[in-house]
């Protein structure tokens, strides 16, 4: 059974940087748009950032000139980059396939605090 496995979060202060990575067996990275979300205690799933097969990527206002999105077809994983952290993007960030995900995998915490 093919599944996402969500690393790289933890603590850090207001204006760290993390970098999380994605990984899955097979293909399904390779071949899929793939997005990161984020999930704050208490609000919705949001998707925050998307990279096509292609490469093309897309960002939430709120992230945008923070966040990067990449992925390594090679790797099977897709990372997010996550520079000038700010306490309002402590959430939990899972990765999946968009627009039709899987099963969601257990995610990474990520917490900005001083």
């Known amino acids: 059974q093919v599944q996402l496995v969500e690393s790289g979060g933890g603590l850090v202060q207001p204006g760290g940087s993390l970098r999380l990575s994605c990984a899955a067996s097979?293909?399904?990275?390779?071949?899929?748009?793939m997005g990161w979300h984020r999930q704050a205690p208490g609000k919705q799933r949001e998707l925050v950032a998307r990279?096509?097969?292609?490469?093309?990527?897309y960002y939430v206002g709120s992230v945008k000139g923070r966040f990067t999105i990449s992925r390594d077809n090679a790797k099977n994983t897709v990372y997010l980059q996550m520079n000038s952290l700010k306490p309002e993007d402590t959430a939990v960030y899972y990765c999946?396939?968009?627009?039709?995900?899987?099963?969601w995998g257990q995610g990474t915490q990520v917490t900005v605090t001083s």
């Open positions: 990279i096509t097969s292609g490469g093309s990527t």
């Open positions: 999946n396939i968009v627009p039709y995900p899987m099963t």
């Open positions: 097979g293909s399904i990275i390779r071949l899929n748009t």
